[in-house]
């Protein structure tokens, strides 16, 4: 099994709102990351955590809070969004060793509209 | 810091024609490097991975190669066809076997 699976697929919410976006993968994987991918631009690096600590913050604000509960699961909770925020959010996977086959696995990603 | 060029940034060729897709990295002290197709509003699907040590990868009609000293790789797609047509994305795993960066990318389009 190589899927990685984000939910929801579409989130709408008000720059006030709280709501959270899911990863979820069972490959064994010990890093997981989120990215930020805006319409006709490559993805963006926000998070890294690597054996459910937190690696990498690429200097992301803190309107943006991941959490890693455990090593199949990784959430994004978000908080006074901007509309710029609005973007494709998208969840991968990696085995997590220092080490050339590290390849990344995505999720199809959380379309995020903040109106 | 890495910084990944591709080019060219949208193509278009008939169906059947063989083509090659180019990446450029700024930083050879790369783990890996990694090719990637996304269709408009997915995620990304991974087609090739070609280690540091590597200097070629195959994958059906896809091959994809690695200079590293040259700081190079590129996608060939032999016979081309309309299920091709996607963004292609390259991204090299560096600084740090946790850091990847994606390349701008190059819009395919196969036209029957």
């Known amino acids: 099994d190589t899927e990685v699976t984000q939910t929801p697929k579409h989130l709408v919410m008000g720059m006030t709102n709280k709501k959270s976006l899911k990863c979820e993968q069972h490959?064994?994987?010990?890093?997981m990351y989120w990215y930020k991918q805006k319409a006709k631009k490559p993805p963006e690096l926000m998070f890294v955590?690597?054996?459910?600590?937190?690696?990498i913050n690429e200097s992301v604000p803190s309107r943006f809070s991941p959490e890693c509960p455990n090593s199949s699961l990784l959430n994004l909770h978000l908080h006074a969004l901007q509309p710029e925020d609005s973007a494709l959010y998208l969840c991968?996977?990696?085995?997590?060793?220092?080490?050339?086959?590290?390849?990344?696995?995505f999720g199809p990603g959380t379309r995020l509209t903040v109106l | 810091k890495q910084e990944v060029t591709q080019i060219p940034a949208a193509l278009s060729v008939p169906e059947g024609e063989n083509l090659v897709l180019n990446c450029s990295f700024t930083?050879?002290?790369?783990?890996?490097l990694q090719w990637f197709r996304q269709d408009p509003g997915k995620g990304l699907t991974s087609l090739l991975l070609?280690?540091?040590?590597?200097r070629e990868q195959t994958s059906g009609r896809l091959n994809a190669s690695l200079d590293k000293s040259s700081g190079r790789s590129t996608l060939y797609i032999a016979a081309s066809q309309p299920g091709d047509s996607a963004t292609y994305l390259c991204?090299?795993?560096?600084?740090?076997?946790?850091?990847?960066?994606f390349g701008t990318g190059t819009k395919l389009q196969v036209i029957p």
């Open positions: 070609i280690q540091s040590s590597q």
């Open positions: 991968a996977s990696s085995q997590g060793q220092a080490s050339s086959y590290n390849e990344q696995f």
């Open positions: 955590y690597s054996y459910e600590k937190l690696s």
């Open positions: 930083d050879s002290a790369i783990y890996n």
């Open positions: 490959m064994g994987h010990r890093a």
């Open positions: 991204a090299v795993l560096s600084g740090g076997y946790q850091k990847v960066t």
